[in-house]
């Protein structure tokens, strides 16, 4: 049975690697701007709202909050994580 060669460059690792480590690190900064009120409608703080809310809002309708805090962005970054793992470990089995 013929396996080909793997590729030099494991394009598809770090796609997910980077693609998600970059959503975590865009929900980290949009929780650290909302703790010290930067405004919403910042174009910036915009497009990272954008770009995490499809992971934060369906997470944040079943949770809720808890008094003031919002545990949406640490169930959601625990998910993003548990995600990359599984991902990562279908894409190069041998390597764990």
């Known amino acids: 049975m013929y396996t080909p060669p793997p590729l030099p460059v494991p394009i598809f690792t770090y796609l997910i690697n980077y693609g998600i480590s970059f959503l975590i690190l865009a929900m980290l900064v949009r929780a650290i701007a ?9 174009v910036f703080i915009r497009f990272l709202a954008r770009l995490t809310d499809p992971f934060i809002v369906p997470i944040r309708r079943v949770i809720g909050q808890m008094w003031v805090l919002d545990l949406s962005f640490f169930v959601a970054w625990f998910m993003l994580q548990t995600v990359q793992i599984l991902l990562l470990q279908a894409v190069r089995p041998l390597g764990w």
Do not use: H
Not at 34 to 42: L, Q
């Open 34 to 42: 909302s703790w010290f009120r930067i405004d919403e409608r910042n």
